[in-house]
């Protein structure tokens, strides 16, 4: 809550509301907790810098500022992907991937004409391109998180992994960690100490192999083809009869997008669905 908010306006997207987790605790405000975790702030501060980009919004900038596709997140993680890409021979793919990512302008839209997952591509160039590109990080990305925590998981016999948070700021913050550069070594390879730099160019082939396996040549690594949406209708689909669900659609955004969509499915095995969004 505020009253009277000096900045002349209330924003929120799962954030961090009050500055309670500050400290990492939660539970030791002079408030109830009305949050027991909260997101990593990127949707909030996105929205924050739309609402101040003018001194004048109406419906149409409002309705603009619901349904931004932009990604603080590409907009933060991409350049060091890129850079420890630039230090390694990559395969023809992988420099494919880097190729969508380097031309990427970090914004989200599905670069079809419509819904349908397998319908024609948009007529607009760029929207096609920066599909690609939101692919190509979007793989990279969940494919990173993945090689960073499951070896450490499965070794230590977690049934989760450390959250997108603490991936997030092992980049932003790393400070804030204890340790954070002893995530990135695999513990399945006991003579080789990996870096972070190692684990993102896996990622990245990683990534280019699952788009070549799912979608074929790199022309066709179109965001919308894979990053759907599907309506259940929850009683049936519960008891495995999806005759009533509505979908697959394509849609724009993705992970941490003030219109979230985050990826829901396995990156590594292809699947990008989505099955939550933004209210």
Known sequence: QAQNPEQGYLATANNDMVGAFEDGDQTNEPWSTYQSTAAIGLRHERIVQLLEASDAHDLDSMLATIADVYSLLGERLAPPMLEAAAAATLSDDGQALVDAMTAWDLT?????????????????????????????????????????????????????????????????????????DAWWDDVTTPDVTETRE??????????AAVLRDTLGEPDAWIWGRVHTVTLRADLFADLGIATYNHGPFANDGGDYTVDVADVNGSAANGEFFHNAGAS
Do not use: K, Q
Not at 199 to 206: D, F, G, H, R
């Open 108 to 180: 989200c839209p599905t670069g079809l004409d419509g819904v349908d997952p397998d319908g024609p591509l948009s007529s607009d160039a760029a929207a096609v391109d920066a599909s690609r590109g939101c692919l190509a990080f979007h793989a990279a990305y969940h494919i990173a998180r993945g090689l960073t925590f499951d070896d450490d998981r499965v070794a230590n016999d977690w049934t989760t992994s450390p959250t997108a948070a603490s991936f997030y700021l092992m980049f932003e913050r790393p400070e804030v960690l204890a340790a954070p």
């Open 198 to 207: 190692d684990i993102l160019v896996a990622a990245i082939e990683a990534a």
